[in-house]
């Protein structure tokens, strides 16, 4: 079993980082979804693939708690977020690149 070790990223109704401090682990499906022919859900016989996410406070947790136990993994490093640092007042600047117009 292959699995992912990565800090999730906040979702888009978050503005703090919550949640995205923490290392998640997380197994590849083994084989695909399906859709159920009673209920029309996408199904899978891989319960490990889409129930068992384990939390970890750091990466080198995860990835001691994979190497103990046999997993095999693949380690994604978080992106940087980029940062745009403005101020209310640039929007009146006179070095605005576009002329400040209503």
Request: no cysteine.
């Amino acid at each position: 079993m292959l699995a992912r070790i990565f800090r999730p990223s906040k979702t888009a109704m978050q503005s703090g980082q919550v949640k995205s401090k923490e290392w998640v682990l997380e197994f590849e499906p083994s084989d695909a979804r399906r859709p159920d022919p009673l209920m029309g859900w996408t199904v899978t016989g891989d319960t490990a693939s889409s129930q068992v996410q384990l939390h970890f406070e750091t990466r080198d947790e995860a990835v001691r708690y994979a190497d103990e136990h046999g997993i095999a993994f693949q380690l994604i490093d978080p992106k940087p977020a980029k940062r745009i640092i403005k101020a209310y007042a640039d929007n009146f600047s006179f070095n605005r690149k576009i002329p400040w117009t209503h």
